[in-house]
């Protein structure tokens, strides 16, 4: 299967600590988007990438976010001093240049931070 | 994006026709309509999408009305396995929003046997 992957699957941490999150996508798909989705809620936009460039960061990505796409293939998201509040699930789509809305997702870095 | 809205909870026999009704009546000319569903405790999957027609695959058929502020998922025998979260989305697909994707709160549906 050569679907979006992510890893880990899962990650604990405690409060303060740094964490990064990967995600390879789909092969030929040169559009990469990061998601955040916590507990009873959709997923929200976080940031997307058209190859290398990262070309939109939503405001819930504060400077404590940082993400990157060296290459143009898989890309990380790492955060920085976790909160409480950054347990979520990240997920991680992609998609080719034409149907950029036709995304991939996958299965998600699910964090818990204590 | 234009907003979506959608019932937030349905039931559905299996075997039987689901119908997800969602409303988006401030779509503008060159926004799509997505549909997506996330079965627990994984990532969402994209199902199909539209613009003004009428769409069918092999997973579902999107009936958008003549005036496109409302569309209807139809999943033409219902699985145990559909049971999930549906969202509707309206996005111009590219455009000034690189497609990125606006979720609400989606529809519970739950297949029951």
């Known amino acids: 299967d050569t679907g979006v992957s992510q890893n880990p699957r899962h990650k604990i941490t405690k409060r303060g600590q740094n964490v990064t999150f990967r995600c390879d996508p789909i092969s030929e798909h040169n559009r990469l988007y990061w998601y955040r989705q916590t507990l009873g809620q959709g997923p929200e936009f976080l940031t997307y990438f058209q190859n290398e460039a990262q070309l939109e960061k939503s405001r819930l990505l504060s400077d404590r976010f940082s993400a990157e796409r060296p290459k143009g293939s898989f890309s990380t998201l790492e955060i920085q001093r976790t909160e409480q509040g950054d347990s979520a699930m990240y997920l991680c789509a992609s998609s080719m240049f034409r149907g950029p809305g036709t995304q991939y997702f996958g299965p998600g870095t699910r964090l818990l931070v204590l | 994006d234009a907003k979506t809205t959608q019932p937030p909870s349905m039931d559905c026999a299996e075997g039987r026709a689901a119908n997800l009704p969602c409303n988006h009546s401030t779509i503008s000319g060159n926004e799509y309509v997505y549909w997506y569903r996330q079965i627990h405790s994984q990532g969402p999957q994209y199902i199909i999408h539209?613009?003004?027609n009428n769409e069918t695959n092999e997973m579902a058929s999107l009936i958008i009305t003549e005036d496109r502020k409302s569309s209807t998922l139809i999943l033409p025998h219902a699985t145990l396995r559909d049971t999930a979260v549906y969202y509707c989305i309206v996005s111009d697909a590219g455009g000034t929003s690189y497609g990125k994707l606006t979720f609400g709160q989606g529809t519970i549906l739950t297949v029951h046997p």
């Open positions: 539209g613009l003004k």
